[in-house]
Each structure stands twice: as C-alpha cells, then as structure tokens.
C-alpha cells in the first residue's frame, strides 16, 4: 500500500490524499517516462510513504479530510 499527498500546481495550497491499495513500492507513481501516470504528470508530489499507518498521518500533517483509494 502506498499512501500519495500531491498538490495540482506548484501554488495550490490545497493537498489531495490517494491510496493505492495494489501497489507495493513507489516506482509506478513516481514514473516520469509513463504513458498514463497514476498522478499526472502537472502534480506536485509533497510526500510518499509506504504502509497504512501513514493515512493518518499524512491526513493530521497536512488537514486533509478525504482520501480516494484506489485498487
């Protein structure tokens, strides 16, 4: 399970949660060269963690109320 904060533009202060629950490392996601990249390419990544203990974690750091998972 790895667990995605990300913003869509460099100046947006709101941050989007995503789990994606198949995945078991980060290499997919972080992918520059992907066809159809799972966060798109315009996103800015603030922090990637591996595991279900970091979307509580993530939600408390950043005041996130929502988080789409993904399968």
């Known amino acids: ?13 709101v941050k ?5 629950e198949n995945e078991e ?3 997919r996601i972080i992918n520059a060269r992907a066809r159809k990249p799972l966060i798109p390419d315009i996103c800015v990544i603030d ?7 970091f979307i509580e974690i993530y939600k408390k750091q950043h005041k996130i109320t929502k988080h789409e998972v993904i399968k």
Not at 1 to 13: D, I, Q
């Open 47 to 53: 922090e990637i963690g591996i595991g279900e203990r």
């Open 25 to 27: 490392n980060p290499d």
């Open 16 to 20: 989007y949660m995503k789990v994606f």
């Open 1 to 13: 399970m790895v667990v995605v904060v990300y913003r869509k533009s460099e100046r947006s202060k």
